[in-house]
């Protein structure tokens, strides 16, 4: 890393027309999360004093997305969508004051790696271009690279046939000093064939004014940019394929690699156990030597060391598992820490609760949380023991090594040690069951 201050700043301004989508482009989930949180999460990997994201088309739900993604970054709005220049032109006053490097990433090109920002942020040139070797350079711009560094940039649409063939493309990605950015943006102009301010002229214009430019590479795969369903897809494929590796290459076990999805911040520790069809949401972090059996979403939770999970379990936002925890096939847990040691065997909804370590939770017991209005808490405590189909009235606690009867309704605290049954008394008709299915059976065959 560079050892000057840096400032990002992320385009996000496009429509995208052709994701034929009325969602703003970099909206798209990739790995669980928009597309531009790819971009946010590698800022972040250079310390930046400032992140600044330029929104434009659907900009207020690209600056609550931002928000809730990256709190601390600044959004400006490019009106007009005028070019890449025209788009950074339009951080000039929060970017007032700063002295540093400044590096233009770009919302919708989500795979540049952390490596790959080091080597731009900490180059000597006064302008630095990332670049890449295209196997099919298609309708990229061109570098026209010299002894002398990089001379200028060329749009595929402004390219004679000679500069087609060079196979250095550009990837839009530049940084530079944030005085010479200053200086350079307001003298661009859009004499070319789009009518559009190119940030790629301020090549051209840092070498009139005798600065160096030049070129950092790295692979085609980090440049991938997406604009339709089909790019959004393959991107998909390669973050899974990557994310795949990358666990297995730190230790983690996963039983059917192909089965399982991850989302860009999620957190194995090595000897974890993942089975086949798990797919991880944002926010899900598993200790060392846990395991999650086949079928289960897992999304904001935390699963500590010991703990199983499913099969066919659902963990929501503000679930948190201790050591040793059992969660069976089944179960759904929202907003809920389980202690140490706790038994959630099967068929079971547990929200808004608090489980005290060792517990055991019968099969088909419920937290009723909700009262169509507000949420309310269960509390319960250690070594309790929660009789199946136990519906818990919320606001309610249960106390230590409490004990809940079979089918009951619990509306009252239950003191430490005691029994609560709360049905209704079961009375014994005689012959009655025998003669009431007699009757219908009749019933059935007359009609």
């Given at each position: 890393m560079a050892d000057s201050a840096i400032a990002v700043v992320v385009l996000a301004a496009g429509q995208g027309s052709r994701m034929q989508?009325?969602?703003?482009?970099?909206?798209?989930?990739?790995?669980?999360?928009p597309m531009i949180g790819h971009a946010l999460a590698a800022a972040r990997s250079l310390e930046?004093?400032?992140?600044?994201?330029?929104?434009?088309?659907?900009?207020?739900?690209?600056?609550?997305?931002?928000?809730?993604?990256d709190p601390d970054a600044a959004i400006v709005l490019q009106s007009e969508q005028l070019g890449t220049g025209h788009a950074v032109r339009q951080t000039l006053t929060e970017l007032e004051g700063f002295e540093g490097k400044v590096i233009v990433l770009y919302g919708d090109?989500?795979?540049?790696?952390?490596?790959?920002?080091?080597?731009?942020?900490?180059?000597?040139a006064d302008v630095v271009v990332l670049g890449f070797e295209a196997e099919e350079p298609g309708r990229y711009g061109r570098l026209v690279v010299t002894d002398r560094g990089l001379e200028r940039i060329v749009e595929f649409k402004d390219a004679d046939a000679a500069t087609r063939r060079i196979a250095l493309c550009n990837s839009g990605v530049m940084a530079l000093e944030a005085g010479l950015l200053r200086q350079l943006i307001v003298r661009l102009g859009n004499d070319n064939a789009a009518g559009e301010y190119y940030l790629t002229d301020l090549v051209a214009l840092a070498r009139t004014e005798g600065r160096r430019a030049d070129v950092v590479?790295?692979?085609?795969?980090?440049?991938?940019?997406?604009?339709?369903?089909?790019?959004?897809?393959?991107?998909?494929?390669?973050?899974?394929?990557?994310?795949?590796?990358?666990?297995?290459?730190?230790?983690?076990t996963l039983?059917?690699?192909?089965?399982?999805?991850?989302?860009?911040?999620?957190?194995i520790g090595r000897d974890a156990i993942i089975g086949p069809n798990v797919v991880f949401g944002p926010g899900v972090t598993v200790e060392s030597g846990a395991e999650i059996l086949p079928f289960c979403h897992l999304e904001g939770c935390h699963i500590s060391s010991g703990a199983t999970v499913g099969p066919f379990a659902r963990l929501r936002p503000g679930a948190e598992l201790g050591g040793d925890v059992h969660v069976g096939n089944f179960v759904e847990i929202k907003n809920s820490v389980l202690d140490e040691g706790v038994k959630v065997g099967h068929l079971t909804y547990l929200g808004d609760a608090h489980i005290g370590?060792?517990?055991?939770?019968?099969?088909?017991?419920?937290?009723c949380n909700y009262d169509g209005v507000m949420k309310h808490r269960t509390e319960i405590g250690a070594r309790a023991f929660i009789g199946s189909d136990t519906?818990?009235?919320a606001p309610v606690r249960?106390?230590?090594?409490?004990?809940?009867?079979?089918?009951?309704v619990i509306t009252r605290d239950v003191p430490d040690g005691d029994l609560a049954i709360g049905r209704a008394r079961q009375e014994n008709k005689a012959r009655l069951g025998l003669r009431l299915m007699q009757a219908l059976r009749l019933k059935k065959d007359k009609g």
């Open positions: 989508s009325d969602l703003p482009k970099v909206l798209h989930r990739l790995g669980g999360v930046p004093e400032q992140v600044i994201v330029v929104a434009g088309h659907g900009a207020q739900a690209v600056g609550k997305a931002v928000a809730r993604l090109t989500p795979f540049i790696g952390e490596d790959t920002l080091a080597a731009l942020s900490g180059h000597p590479t790295c692979d085609e795969e980090e440049t991938l940019g997406i604009n339709t369903r089909a790019e959004l897809a393959a991107a998909e494929a390669a973050f899974q394929a990557r994310a795949r590796r990358d666990a297995l290459e730190n230790g983690v039983i059917d690699p192909g089965t399982v999805w991850f989302s860009l911040d999620t957190a370590e060792h517990s055991n939770i019968g099969a088909g017991t419920v937290t519906m818990l009235v249960v106390g230590h090594e409490a004990v809940t009867g079979s089918g009951s």
